[in-house]
Nanobody, 125 residues
Framework: QLQLVESGGGLVQSGGSLRLSCAAS????????IGWFRQAPGKAREGVSW????????NYADSVRGRFTISRDGAKNTVYLHMNSLKPADTAVYYC??????????????????WGQGTQVTVSS
């Protein structure tokens, strides 16, 4: 059974950094593109970043470009989201997701079929 588990969230001050992890089980993560999304209270889920199955293509939302970096480690079956220069506006539950096998990544949540349970990121001012 394909499962994704996020970790690494927490409370950090504005300007700080966090690294989120998305651990895959039940499948080989390198066979899938992986996306990161976030949802703040009262707001729609929004795409943050995605990485291709091979790791050679990435994309970022304008709001995080230059501050966040997505990467993957095939040996650990894990995808990471490195978040720097965090702002209070980055406060949200962060989710990782995988599209159906063979599909590329996207910043659109509807593109994805498999979701993790989320991890809370809170940035204090």
């Amino acid at each position: 059974q394909l499962q994704l588990v996020e970790s690494g969230g927490g409370l950090v001050q504005s300007g700080g950094s966090l690294r989120l992890s998305c651990a895959a089980s039940g499948f080989t993560a390198d066979d899938y593109a992986i996306g990161w999304f976030r949802q703040a209270p009262g707001k729609a889920r929004e795409g943050v970043s995605w990485i291709s199955s091979s790791g050679d293509r990435t994309n970022y939302a304008d709001s995080v470009r230059g501050r966040f970096t997505i990467s993957r480690d095939g040996a650990k079956n894990t995808v990471y989201l490195h978040m720097n220069s965090l702002k209070p506006a980055d406060t949200a539950v962060y989710y990782c997701a995988a599209p159906p096998a063979g599909q590329s990544g996207s910043l659109h949540p509807a593109w994805y079929a498999y979701w993790g349970q989320g991890t809370q990121v809170t940035v204090s001012s």
